[in-house]
């Protein structure tokens, strides 16, 4: 199974140190596994009393939720034979893992792969000029266009590259974040 695979192209917080560490989280308060690339709403630190680097992130709870940031953890590959099967599609931060958040910023430039869009539907696949947004899911969400769309998050994909042979990374200009 591939995996999402992210590429912070000209990412803000690369820059400014906006980034959190971060441990996963599901619906039901269970740590849980995440892939790069995937968008998670950072709340508050784990444990404040007795750690200040570690924050809880989660689901995005609402397509207007604050505090957005990508999924990019360092890729450490330990299996040597995975690397030369596509090492970033093989990785996946596991659960209870710390994970790094990179928080989004207007002007931020990145790249995820399909497997961190939702597509417009199952005959629409993702393209250039589509635009994405936040929804109440970890995934990007692509569309046609913005009207009427409410969400604190919104980007749009500028370019399709190729990353592999029949894989793309979509190169995505975010225009509005928290």
Known sequence: MAYGVVRTDNVKATKNGNIRSAKFYDASDNAAAIENGMLVEVSELLNASTNREIFKAVTPSAGTALNIGV???????????????????????????????????????????????????????VAKGQY????????????????????????????????????YLNVIRVDVAN
Do not use: H
């Open 71 to 125: 999924v990019a953890t360092p890729e450490l590959i330990y299996d040597e034979s995975l690397k030369s099967k596509g090492a970033l599609e093989n990785f996946r931060n596991e659960a209870g893992m710390p994970i790094t958040v990179l928080m989004l910023a207007p002007g931020d430039i990145l790249s995820v792969s399909d497997e961190c869009i939702d597509p417009i539907n199952d005959s629409t696949p």
């Open 132 to 167: 994405v947004y936040l929804t109440t899911s970890t995934k990007w969400k692509a569309v046609a266009g913005l009207n009427g769309v409410t969400s604190s998050l919104t980007g749009q994909i500028i370019a399709r590259e190729l990353y592999k042979q029949g894989k």
